[in-house]
């Protein structure tokens, strides 16, 4: 009797899904350009595809001033989001410090004393926060527990601690402009100062791991607005009910309460 043959199927270890697998129009594909779908021949084909029937006749694109026009504003609009993420995805964080998933870094500038602040990933999306409050001195702080707090108009985002330690001193310009903390993350724009006996309590990632847990988060963002407004009608114009106003960051694409909740979710550790 012929012996039956079993074939398995091999996934390699650490694999990164395809975008389009997550939007659910791809059962199978994985991504072996590390989320750099802009130069991605298949994300390009995939995107074509998309183009939705309203703006094709009979298969073709629309013909005609009209149709062209309502076509560059739309190609405009992606420009938009692309150049929005084209910052922090072309930064690296630095390697002198540790990073948690809720993008805080932690650098020990004494024995037992860490400066804490953000990443420049989240850093360059806060043009919608108003300001940032901080801990008094004195104040403790636990791990996984708000350390401080961004205002905008839909309330407040927290920004969890990076341990258990005592607040030593809070770096007062960055309450005053929050610019400082968008133009120099990792240097001026600091939050405050936290004493700690026991460092070893921080789950933190080096900076290599950062940038690609951060990497695929923006990435996947990205797509996922670009995939979104490529398939809108063209006649709705760049951003749909707001009179053709060019977005300029984040927030006017996505509007405040979509804007908050993802800075929620990024800021929670937990996308």
């Not at 650490?14 to 129009?25: K, Y």
């Not at 290599?208 to 847990?213: D, F, K």
């Not at 977005?247 to 929670?268: A, H």
Request: a neutral charge.
């Amino acid at each position: 009797m012929e012996e039956k043959k079993t074939i398995s199927k091999v996934i390699p270890e650490g694999e990164l899904n395809c975008i389009w697998v997550d939007a659910g129009l791809v059962s199978y594909k994985l991504c072996d350009r590390n989320f750099e779908c802009d130069e991605c021949p298949f994300d390009q084909v995939m995107r074509q595809k998309s183009i939705p029937a309203s703006a094709t006749r009979a298969g073709k694109p629309a013909q005609g001033a009209a149709g062209s026009k309502a076509r560059t504003r739309q190609d405009s609009m992606l420009d938009v989001i692309r150049g929005i993420f084209a910052g922090p995805l072309s930064m690296k964080p630095p390697s002198d410090r540790m990073y948690t998933r809720g993008h805080v870094w932690l650098k020990e500038t004494v024995p037992n004393t860490f400066q804490v602040g953000i990443d420049h990933f989240v850093a360059g999306l806060l043009e919608g926060v108003g300001s940032i409050v901080l801990p008094k001195p004195g104040t403790s702080t636990f791990k996984d527990n708000p350390c401080a707090w961004m205002t905008c108009e839909e309330g407040t985002i927290a920004v969890q601690s990076p341990l258990d330690g005592k607040v030593k001193c809070v770096n007062p310009e960055v309450m005053e402009s929050i610019a400082i903390v968008r133009r120099d993350p990792y240097g001026a724009g600091w939050f405050a100062e936290l004493s700690c006996s026991d460092k070893s309590q921080a789950a933190c990632f080096d900076a290599s791991a950062m940038e690609s847990i951060s990497r695929e988060q923006f990435t996947g963002l990205k797509q996922n607005l670009i995939m979104e407004f490529d398939a809108l009608p063209a006649s709705l114009g760049v951003t749909l009910m707001d009179g053709g106003i060019r977005p300029r960051n984040l927030k006017d694409l996505l509007g405040t309460s979509r804007y908050v909740s993802f800075l929620e979710t990024l800021f929670s550790g937990t996308r």
